[in-house]
Each structure stands twice: as C-alpha cells, then as structure tokens.
C-alpha cells in the first residue's frame, strides 16, 4: 500500500490524532494560546512525521479531508476543556488547498454550531503563500472569518510570498515569525534588523506577533530587545496529548 492510500485509511480508521503546543508570554512565560498538531502513528512503521505525510496529502485531495478531520478534532476537544473551565484559545492549521477548493466558512460555522464554542477562543493559522493563489477569493472567506468572531494567524511569516498589501488589506490578527529567523537571531545582524522591522510593522499596524522554533533564553532575550513578545518553541514545552496539556495547564498557575 502506497502512503497515500495508508493515510486514507489512517483518516477514515481514526488513526490520526492531535497534540498541543503551548504559546507563551516570554515576559512572564504566562500560557497565552494552544497550537493543535495532526500527528500520524502508523501500526507498523509508527510515527509518521507530518513533514511526511502532509505533502501526500496535498498531493491529493486527503488535506481537505485531513483539515476537516484536524478542525472537527481540535473544535472537540476546546469544547471539552470549556467544559471544565479551561479557557485557552486554540489555533488550527489550514491548508491553501482548503481555502482554494474547500469550504472554509462553512466548516468553521458547523464546528462552532456542533461543539458550541465561543468563536473567540478558536484561531486558524494560514501560510503566506495559500493568500497568493486566490486573492480576492480569499478575502472573502477571511472578511467572512472575522465576522464570526474566528482570528486568523499567519503562519511561517517571511518565508513565502508576502506583500504589504497583504497586510493591509486582509483581516489578519497575528503574525507567526518563521523558525529560521529565531534560529538565526543570535548569530545574523541582519535577522534580528528584520524581526525589529517586523515587530514595528506588527505594532502600528496592532498585529499580535509571536516566535516559532524558540528554543532557548538566549533567543528570548533576543527577541524581547527586537520588541516580539510571544513565543512557542520546545523552551516552553514540546507538543503533547490533551492530557499532558491539561496536566502541565494544572501545574503553571
Ligand atoms: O508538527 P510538526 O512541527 O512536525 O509539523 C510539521 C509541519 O506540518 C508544519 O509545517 C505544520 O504546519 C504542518 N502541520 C502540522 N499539523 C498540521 C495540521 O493539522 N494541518 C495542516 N494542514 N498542517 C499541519
Ligand atoms: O509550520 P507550523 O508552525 O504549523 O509547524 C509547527 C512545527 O514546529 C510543529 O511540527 C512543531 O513540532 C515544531 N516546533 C515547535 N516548536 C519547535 C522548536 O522549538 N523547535 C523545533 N525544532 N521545532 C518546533
Ligand atoms: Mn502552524
Ligand atoms: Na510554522
């Protein structure tokens, strides 16, 4: 069996699931926000890592069917954890093939309608690149995202194809800093300039800004002289089960 028709039958079988990543103030290292991460353990060839997986399924029409899975997955397990009175905001990955091709709007209005859930606590994050393909398509889901209360995030900030225009024109509320300029911020000038630019452009335009890959204090001590003061990285924790979540969610107040 081809991986392909593997992930299929992992999708219909129930054999992806979900782990968490926190996001952090690195002021006071409070939990600000929830990463959602689909991760694929195989029967026979175990983890599967989704650097693997994901580019099978975008080959194919599977990322449609993944994304629908991650979102009706991730919106569950919020609507439990509101239940017991953990109020943390989660954010969900989307593919560009979901906004192209799928029914984004649509999705998210049946999730938050099934699970009931405050619109307020759920967050999608999109690639720079996925807002390219199909502008003024786009701007609609986004203009009709927003108007139900759901933030949008973009993911891997720097790395692809992104105009100010962009930023401007589209209802975005975060920008996520890719890994590669927080690997770099300690020994490249010219990164630490660019995240320094990027943090006042998020500033004047009030975009939350938040650092991905954040690995040690070194980094954060960076990152808080060039004015970016959230971040998400294995410093904080490594992703993990909702029950670990929830445990380590008890531990920090
Ligand atoms: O979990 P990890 O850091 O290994 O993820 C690697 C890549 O897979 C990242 O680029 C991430 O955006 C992507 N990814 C992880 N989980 C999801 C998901 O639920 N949906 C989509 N579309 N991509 C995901
Ligand atoms: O592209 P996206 O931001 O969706 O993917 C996040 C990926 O980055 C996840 O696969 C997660 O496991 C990984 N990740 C999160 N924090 C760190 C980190 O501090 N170091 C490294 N190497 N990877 C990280
Ligand atoms: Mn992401
Ligand atoms: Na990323």
């Known amino acids: 069996l081809d991986l392909e028709n ?9 054999g992806l699931h979900l782990e968490f990543q926190p996001q952090n103030s690195l002021v006071s ?17 175990g983890r599967i890592p989704p650097v693997e997986f994901i580019p099978v399924a975008e080959e194919s029409s599977l990322i ?40 984004l709007l649509g999705l ?42 759901v933030s949008i995030a973009i993911d ?8 100010f225009a962009m930023l401007k024109d589209l209802p975005i509320n975060k920008i ?3 890994k590669t300029f927080i690997d770099a911020i300690e020994t490249d000038a010219k990164d630490r300039k660019i995240i ?7 500033r004047s335009l009030q975009l939350q800004l938040i650092a991905e890959g954040v690995e040690t204090n070194s980094q954060v001590m960076r990152l808080l002289e060039c004015g970016c003061y959230q971040g998400q990285g294995f410093l904080f924790a490594r992703p993990m089960s909702a029950s670990d979540y929830e445990e380590m969610l008890a531990h920090s107040h």
């Open 64 to 103: 449609l069917e993944l994304d629908r899975y991650v979102l009706d997955r991730g919106c569950k397990q919020l609507a439990q954890w509101q239940q017991k009175g953990i109020n943390i905001k989660l954010a969900i990955n989307i593919s560009s093939a979901q906004l192209e091709k799928g029914d």
């Open 29 to 45: 290292g409070d939990i600000i926000g929830t990463e959602a991460l689909v991760r694929w353990y195989h029967p026979v060839k």
């Open 176 to 178: 996520k800093l890719d």
């Open 108 to 149: 998210v209005s049946a999730c938050l309608d099934t699970y009931q859930i405050q619109p307020e606590w759920l967050e999608l994050e999109i690639t720079e690149n996925s807002l390219i393909k199909s502008p003024t398509e786009v701007a609609v889901i986004l203009s009709g995202l927003q108007e139900m209360g």
């Open 6 to 14: 593997e992930l299929r039958n992992a999708l219909d079988q129930g």
């Open 156 to 163: 891997d900030f720097g790395t692809g194809y992104s105009s």
């Open 196 to 202: 320094n630019t990027i943090g006042e452009l998020a």
